[in-house]
């Protein structure tokens, strides 16, 4: 396990709550190793634009720790862990994936907020399970922007024909392409394309999609979903 806590003072090792690394970009460069987990405690801002993660196997990252815990199981349920991009421009998505291993990859209990253009883009083929999951205020980027810059303002998953995405008891809220920005807004909370299976379980969509100027600060139309 890499673990990654807010404040931490240790050695910066990743290897406990104590020595934890308080950036994400440290957390998924160790990860590439022989680890397989990222444990996550209280809010991480991201000031860098993460690497892109090609994991070599199968990969959890977890959220919902305060940083005492030893398992999984000790969280407390309905805590959720935040990465926070701050509308950093240079932050344009929180996680970068690029998955041409195939392994499955899987985030839980976390809070993904305030991605430049979105919150995770997932390449490559392999699984992506998501569940209880908040995706808030991502995407907001201006100006004038590609297609694949405005896909997915949660997130985008480009699979393979054996892809199966799995998202439960997740809450999209305020993923939007601003009123700012030019050309059309494909999936305001999430993209996805090429994929064998889409399934989609008591999760919870709001104001996703479009920004209307006439309406004021929030997403009140658009495309919510895919």
């Not at 397989?36 to 690497?51: Q, S």
């Not at 805590?79 to 998955?99: H, R, Y």
């Not at 004038?144 to 892809?163: D, E, K, M, N």
């Not at 090429?194 to 139309?221: D, H, M, P, Q």
Request: charged share 20%.
């Amino acid at each position: 396990v890499v673990h990654v806590r807010e404040g931490a003072t240790g050695a910066a090792t990743g290897e406990n709550w104590t020595d934890a690394f308080t950036d994400l970009p440290s957390a998924l460069q160790a990860i590439q190793g022989e680890k397989d987990e990222i444990w996550i405690a209280g809010r991480i801002a991201l000031d860098a634009m993460p690497p892109t993660f090609s994991p070599s196997r199968p990969v959890t990252i977890r959220g919902g720790f305060t940083g005492v815990e030893e398992s999984p199981e000790m969280r407390t349920e309905g805590v959720v862990s935040t990465l926070d991009g701050c509308n950093n421009t240079f932050v344009t998505q929180l996680i970068d994936i690029n998955n041409a291993s195939g392994n499955t990859i899987t985030f839980e209990q976390l809070e993904l907020m305030h991605g430049y253009w979105r919150a995770i883009r997932k390449t490559g083929a392999g699984d992506l399970v998501v569940r209880n999951c908040r995706f808030v205020d991502n995407g907001w980027a201006s100006g004038s922007q590609s297609t694949q810059q405005q896909a997915g303002r949660g997130f985008l998953v480009i699979g393979g024909s054996g892809t199966t995405v799995t998202v439960s008891d997740c809450f999209f809220s305020g993923n939007c392409q601003t009123n700012s920005a030019s050309g059309d807004c494909y999936g305001g909370a999430i993209y996805a394309s090429t994929l064998k299976e889409l399934v989609i379980e008591n999760s919870r969509f709001e104001e996703n999609g479009l920004f209307l100027r006439t309406l004021g600060n929030a997403c009140k139309w658009g495309y919510t979903g895919t």
